[in-house]
């Protein structure tokens, strides 16, 4: 059948397409460096001449000003929020050295060394030169694609953190179509969404000042900072270590800037107009077959050639103004960071010969940022990150002549739509002794999905709405497909809709001599509310179609259910088209807890070698909208996490790194509305004999022969509450994915500058997918063979009555055997086992990614700076994962 709603992002269908080879190369002007994404501090780290009386002092960022003692060795480390420092080596409390502009990335180390000087009564201030600090960070066990504030006033990139993102080697754009359904669903706003080596555009993770802010209800994308008010930008597609999860893909670290001793403040407009933009290409008809054997949702009179939309005339203008100010509240304590943001974009969309309409739409995107630090005393700070990111949109339709290519009257509004997300996030750290450290972080996202239809001139709400216009029989539309004011709009999400996210991770790091043990807990609750769709108009709409005259439209025997008459069947329906009454209600709240505890281990085995060891234990629960868990994986889940890092000259000139890890992703809150909930999709086909002209509807229908008579749905989706244990496979497993990379780094000398020549080889294994599968028939043959009579009719073959007590999508791990529960016709709960052969799978779910990044890079060094990536890389297997671009 066609005219199918969009499905949650998980409930697709498991494919055996294979994916596509991929050769990619990159030129980014862009620094490299740190460990492990969503960290909001740094390292600062190095060596001093050993002296009675020493200690280091390091200032500034936001007031930051604390005296750390010297190890017996002459080493020290600290850990700090991302800021620019100056590092003061001090003997009996008086300044013998001192280095300033020291600025460690997040998650990244920066070596500040001190030398004895030649006088020690001399005080002096020298100040720290990109030279002066090795441009490999031996410390860290990957490579992340780290961009700053000040290289993003210098780079010429789209403002968005997805396109920063893509400075990084492996990082490109997911299909548009993704990006385009997130905004219209309430779960996305103003960016694309991203492919990090061989995952999907839903198994990536975001955050903002160590908060996940990936969107909760898809796992497609997350919230952005605004473009000005980024401090740094992290790119990491693989390797992270045991601290983070909950993504096989990449991750995207947003860390805000915060406000100083010193006041600023500005404002910052930009304009790209239509005019400086390319044109728009139109777009044709090209299958030849359609002329032949029109699939049902391709209108039969189109043939290859022939003009389908009519993309010269769109044009789009986006207008963006930024406007900040920071500065101190009590100077030394407490310091403020506010930006806002206004992004508006206006432009016409022309619709296909099948929608000859011209839209004029608004879109803006909003957004606003604050900051707060208070350095309590010398061994406390708190920070508080708040902000809030919308979208609106507005749009009205003309009729468009395709034959004249102008544009005509005014026909109607679209829907309003308006989502809002507002965060906020705590972040505090003590500092108990100086080789142990306290983190907390609390944060909490809002988001508010709000769309209607308001009424405009002519709007009648008591309409149906129109579907599948380009489907109507051509000999009853003389003028060109017929629609009404509903515009297809069937139905909308319900203005109630709510999201709220709780995410809080405690650890403690503890020094001791050549290890940095850190232990913690990292846990997520995610509140879906009022998701699902409220029905336009009576609550149903008409569907047309084009089927096969004389070839029934579902199933083949009248007696199993779902089963649609061929259309032939009336003598209307003797050329193919027929309509059906589509019905799609789909609404509820549901919850999903994740937990997570981690520990790791970073030991300087030999001060030329680095091991990083960790694991960490990841727990999933979804609950269904009556708040009864379908999915409970509270098993311990390992996850190993291996890596390391050796300084091979013991000068950081020539580094060689690795690491090796598994990966968990849990199912998002989405999946639950359908796949657990109870959903309504049905469709209740007929023939007909005309179509109103100005309403749209068909005229003398007639209903052809289907089983239910009063409507089909291809997965048993009356309505009916479904029983949680039999959503999914009792032994359901969580997706997971292997990476292992291994890579060098190499600095020289080329001209009297130093550049660093880099080779990462990068490994990704797909080891387990969550899918939904619908053979109710499989089911009942699988429950028959195990001795269950009530599934049987009477000559051994499955009772089609029967088969509609099996749910239509049971969520399972594809390629493996599974337990499965299943409603008896006598009320009862039996379980079955299905095995791949049963399932009709021909292999096992299979994705690999292997690629090779070869970069070269010339660091900072006052004046320019540049890398240049050459990726080659390859993805192949029979499953994308939780999305389906095709």
């Known amino acids: 059948m066609s005219g199918k709603s969009r499905r949650a992002s998980r409930n697709r269908m498991f494919q055996r397409k294979a994916l596509a080879l991929a050769i990619g190369g990159s030129v980014a002007l862009a620094f490299a460096g740190g460990a492990f994404a969503q960290a909001t501090t740094g390292t600062i780290y190095g060596t001093v001449p050993v002296a009675a009386g020493e200690t280091i002092q390091i200032t500034g960022g936001a007031g930051f000003n604390r005296t750390i003692s010297v190890g017996p060795s002459g080493r020290y480390s600290i850990t700090l929020p991302v800021g620019n420092y100056t590092v003061s080596l001090l003997r009996d409390g008086k300044v013998i050295q001192s280095k300033a502009n020291v600025t460690p990335a997040a998650a990244g180390a920066v070596v500040v060394d ?61 299909a548009p179509a993704f990006a385009t359904s997130a905004i219209q669903t309430g779960t996305k706003l103003n960016s694309s969404l991203l492919v990090f080596g061989g995952a999907s555009v839903a198994e990536n993770a975001y955050y903002i000042d160590g908060m996940n802010v990936t969107d909760a209800l898809t796992g497609q994308g997350g919230i952005g900072l605004p473009y000005y008010s980024i401090e740094q930008v992290q790119t990491i597609t693989t390797g992270y270590d045991a601290k983070y999860g ?90 403020f960071y506010l930006s806002a943001e206004r992004d508006q974009v206006r432009g016409h969309l022309i619709g296909s010969v099948n929608s000859p309409t011209n839209t004029s739409y608004i879109d803006n995107y909003p957004k606003v940022y604050f900051k707060l630090n208070w350095n309590i005393n010398e061994s406390n700070i708190l920070s508080l ?83 599948g216009t380009s489907r109507q029989n051509p000999a009853y539309t003389p003028n060109g497909p017929v629609d009404n004011a509903q515009r297809g709009n069937y139905n909308i999400g319900d203005p109630a809709h709510r999201s709220t996210v709780a995410n809080y991770r405690l650890s403690l ?65 003797a050329s193919g088209y027929t309509a059906a009454k ?41 609950y269904n909208p009556a708040g009864e868990p379908y999915i409970r994986l509270t098993k311990p889940q390992w996850a190993p996490r291996l890596g390391f890092s050796w300084d091979v000259h013991g000068d950081s000139t020539l580094k060689m790194f690795g690491n090796a890890g598994r990966y968990y992703l849990a199912l998002p809150a989405g999946v639950a509305m359908r796949g657990a909930g109870a959903s309504t999709f ?40 479904l029983d949680p244990r039999t959503v999914a496979a009792q032994n359901i497993k969580a997706e997971y994915s292997d990476n292992f990379v291994l890579g060098m780094q190499q600095q020289f000398n080329f001209l009297d500058t130093n550049w660093v020549f880099g080779a990462t080889g990068r490994y990704q294994k797909l080891g387990r997918i969550v899918d939904d599968w619908d053979d109710t028939y499989a089911i009942c043959n699988a429950a028959i063979r195990e001795g269950y009579s009530n599934f049987a009719a009477p000559d051994g073959t499955c009772d089609p009555v029967a088969v509609g007590f099996i749910n239509g999508a049971t969520l399972v791990n594809p390629g493996e055997t599974q337990d499965l529960l299943i409603n008896d016709p006598d009320g009862s709960l039996d379980k079955v ?54």
């Open 114 to 174: 001190f030398t004895s000087p030649t006088n020690a009564q001399t005080l002096g201030t020298i100040n720290v030169t990109a030279n002066a600090i090795p441009a490999i960070d031996v410390t860290t066990t990957n490579q992340v694609t780290t961009i700053t504030a000040r290289q993003l006033q210098q780079l010429p990139i789209a403002r968005s953190v997805e396109n920063i993102a893509m400075l990084a080697p492996g990082v490109t754009g997911g």
């Open 682 to 721: 049905t469709q209740q086909y007929y023939t007909y004999n005309g179509i109103d002209q100005t309403t749209g509807i068909p005229l003398g229908i007639k209903p052809i022969p289907q089983n239910p008579a009063t409507g089909v749905s291809a997965n048993n989706e009356y309505g009916q509450p």
């Open 509 to 573: 790091d503890y020094k001791w001599r050549t290890h940095d043990f850190q232990v913690g807990i990292d846990n997520i609750t995610t509140w879906d509310k009022d998701d699902g769709t409220i029905a336009t108009g009576p609550g149903y709409a008409w569907d047309y179609h084009f089927n096969t005259p004389n070839v029934p439209i579902s199933g083949t025997n009248p007696n199993n259910p779902p089963y649609v008459g061929p259309p032939d069947s009336n003598p209307d329906g």
């Open 582 to 622: 589509l019905i799609f209600i789909n609404h509820g709240s549901v919850r999903v807890a994740q937990r997570a505890a981690y520990l790791e281990d970073n030991w300087q085995v030999t001060p030329d070698l680095l091991l990083n060891l960790g694991v960490r234990d990841d727990s999933f629960i979804n």
């Open 833 to 886: 086992t299905v095995t791949n052969a049963d399932m009709k799978f021909d292999m096992p779910p299979k994705r690999h990614y292997y690629s090779l990044d070869l970069s070269l890079t010339h660091e900072w060094d006052g004046k320019w700076f540049a890398r240049i990536d050459y990726v080659f890389s390859r993805a192949y297997g029979n499953t994308e994962g939780p999305v389906q671009s095709d």
């Open 385 to 467: 990150t708040g902000l809030q990111s919308a979208y609106k949109d507005y749009g009205f339709n003309y009729d468009f002549d395709y034959d004249t290519k102008q544009t005509g009257a005014y026909i109607s509004d679209n829907p309003i739509t308006k989502n809002t997300y507002r965060l906020g996030v705590l972040n505090y750290t003590s500092y108990i002794t100086d080789n142990l450290t306290f983190n907390a972080m609390y944060g909490k996202t809002h988001g508010e999905f709000f769309s209607a239809q308001l009424p405009y001139p002519g709007f009648d709400p008591t309409l149906p709405a129109i579907v």
């Open 246 to 335: 909950r993504s096989v893909g990449g991750v995207i670290n947003q860390i805000g800037k915060s406000g100083s001793n010193d006041w600023h403040f500005g404002v910052r407009a930009s304009w790209a107009p239509t005019s400086l933009r390319d044109d728009y290409k139109n777009s044709y008809y090209s299958n030849p077959l359609y002329a032949t054997n029109p699939p049902d949702s391709v209108d039969p009179t189109k043939v290859a050639g022939q003009l389908y939309t009519y993309r010269k005339a769109n044009d789009q203008q986006e207008t963006i103004y930024d406007a900040f100010v920071s500065g101190p509240i009590i100077p030394d304590k407490l310091f």
